[in-house]
C-alpha cells in the first residue's frame, strides 16, 4: 500500500537494466566480470598520497559549494590546455559529487515540467530516467552499427519539436565506443543553434580515444555558451570511487547549478577535492600510460569477437566493446543470463541502453589480459553451443596471439 505513496514518475522508472547483472554476477563464484564501467587500474599512489596527507592536515571540513577555489583553477588551466577553451574558475565551473550529479543537476537546471530531451541511443543507462526525474520527456534517437553508431543531424532534426529543449551527448561513447567526426558535430551544431538548443555534453570518456581527434562539442563555433560541458576523474584517472567530476558552462547554467547544489549536496568531499587536485597537476604520465594499455586491449578484444563469429564495431573510444551476437539466436538479455550462468562470464545486455541497442552486447575490455583470455575461451565456448548461422568460428586463443605490444 505504501508504492501508491511513491511519486509517480519514481514508479514507473525501471530499475538499472546494469546493475541487474551485477547483482547476478556477484551471486556466481567463480565469475569473470567484464560488465564494470570502470577502470581495472588502481588510483595512483601519489594521488592517493595527497589525500592522506590532506587527512593529515586537517582537510575534512565542508568547502564552498562550488568546489576548493585552487581546484577550480585547475581545472579551468587544464581544460585550456587540453582543449582550448577559457573559463571563469569564480563562476563558470562546479567541482560535483562525479559527472553522475552533474548530469542530474545540469537536467534539473535546465528543464521545465514537459520539456523534451532528446537522447541518442544506444547510451548510458541514467540519461532517460534522469531527463525523467527532472520533469522531462526523453526523446530516443536511435542509431545504428552501420552508420557507426553516430547520431546525425537529420535524424536530430526529425525528432525536434516545439517543445524540444535539450540536447544530451556522450562521446566517446557508453555503451559502444562511438567517436564523432569533427563535420558531423559541425553539423549538430548547426542545428542547436537553429533550434535554439541547450547541449549537455557528457565528455566523461574524452581522454580516452584511440583513433583520431576527441572534438569537444564547446569549442565548436557558437557552442561554448550553449553547452554544459561534464567531465570528471572516475576513467581517465582511475578514480570511480572518489566520486568527483565537474560542469563547465555559462554563468547563468553554472549558476543555476550551484543553487540546486547548495541545497542536495551542499559540496564534494574535500578529500576527494584534494586528491583531485594532485591528479590534474601531476596525473597525466599515469594516465597516459592507462590509455596506451586500454588500446592494446581493444585490439585483441575486437579481434576476439570477430574470430568467433561476433561481428564487433570498432570502438575508437571508451573502453567497451558492442558485438553484435544475433547468429546465436538469442536475445540480448538471454545471452547475458545464459553466459553467466553457463560460462560465468559477466557482460551487460545491449537493450539495457536503448531498444536500439537489443542483438548486442557491451563488454567492458577494463579487465587484465588474463581476464580477458579466459573469459574469451569461455564465451567462445558458449558461442559455438547457440551459434544458429552455421558457420564456425576460430578459437578465441587469439585474445593472446593477435600481437605483442
Excluded at 601531476?282 to 563469429?309: C, I, P, T, W
Excluded at 536503448?354 to 588474463?370: H, K, N, T
Aim: glycine share 8%; hydrophobic share 40%; net charge neutral.
Amino acid at each position: 500500500m505504501w508504492a501508491d505513496k511513491l511519486n509517480p514518475t519514481v514508479r514507473r522508472i525501471k530499475p538499472s537494466g546494469i546493475r541487474r547483472f551485477f547483482d547476478l554476477a556477484a551471486e556466481t563464484k567463480g565469475i569473470i566480470s567484464l560488465g564494470v564501467g570502470e577502470p581495472d587500474f588502481v588510483t595512483p599512489w601519489h594521488v592517493r598520497e595527497a589525500c592522506m596527507f590532506a587527512l593529515e592536515q586537517g582537510y575534512t571540513a565542508y568547502t564552498a559549494n562550488s568546489g576548493i577555489l585552487a581546484l577550480r583553477r585547475e581545472i579551468t588551466r587544464y581544460t585550456a590546455d587540453y582543449l582550448g577553451l577559457k573559463y571563469c574558475p569564480e563562476n563558470e565551473v562546479l567541482v560535483t559529487v562525479g559527472v553522475s550529479e552533474a548530469l542530474d543537476l545540469a537536467l534539473r537546471a535546465v528543464v521545465a515540467p514537459g520539456d523534451e530531451v532528446l537522447v541518442p541511443e544506444p547510451c548510458y543507462v541514467s540519461y532517460q530516467p534522469c531527463s525523467e526525474l527532472a520533469g522531462g520527456v526523453a526523446v530516443p534517437v536511435p542509431s545504428t552499427v552501420e552508420r557507426g553508431f553516430r547520431v546525425r543531424a537529420q535524424d536530430l532534426e526529425r525528432a525536434v519539436t516545439p517543445r524540444t529543449k535539450v540536447l544530451l551527448l556522450c562521446f566517446p561513447n557508453n555503451p559502444t565506443g562511438a567517436v564523432m567526426p569533427r563535420a558531423e558535430l559541425e553539423a549538430v551544431a548547426e542545428l542547436c543553434a537553429a533550434r535554439d538548443l541547450v547541449v549537455i555534453a557528457d565528455e566523461i570518456y574524452a581522454q580516452l580515444t584511440y583513433e583520431g581527434e576527441h572534438v569537444c562539442f564547446a569549442t565548436l563555433p557558437g557552442m561554448r555558451d550553449r553547452t554544459i560541458l561534464l567531465q570528471g576523474f572516475s576513467k581517465a584517472f582511475a578514480m570511480t570511487g572518489w566520486r568527483i567530476g565537474y560542469a563547465l558552462g555559462n554563468p547563468d547554467f553554472i549558476g543555476a547549478m550551484t543553487k540546486i547544489h547548495q541545497y542536495t549536496m551542499l559540496c564534494a568531499p574535500v578529500m576527494s577535492q584534494m586528491a583531485a587536485l594532485e591528479a590534474l597537476r601531476h596525473g597525466q604520465d599515469e594516465m597516459r600510460r592507462m590509455v596506451r594499455e586500454f588500446s592494446y586491449r581493444r585490439r585483441l578484444v575486437v579481434k576476439a569477437f570477430n574470430d568467433m563469429g561476433l561481428p564487433c564495431f570498432n570502438p575508437g573510444g571508451a573502453f567497451y566493446a558492442f558485438p553484435d551476437i544475433r547468429c546465436t539466436g538469442l536475445s540480448s538479455e538471454e545471452f547475458t543470463e545464459r553466459l553467466i550462468r553457463e560460462e560465468k562470464v559477466a557482460v551487460v545486455p545491449g537493450n539495457a541502453f536503448g531498444e536500439c541497442g537489443e542483438g548486442f552486447i557491451r563488454c567492458s575490455y577494463a579487465a587484465s589480459v588474463e581476464d580477458l583470455t579466459e573469459a574469451f575461451k569461455r564465451m567462445n565456448r558458449f558461442v559455438n553451443r547457440y551459434r544458429n548461422s552455421g558457420s564456425g568460428g576460430r578459437t578465441a586463443d587469439s585474445v593472446t596471439a593477435a600481437g605483442g605490444r
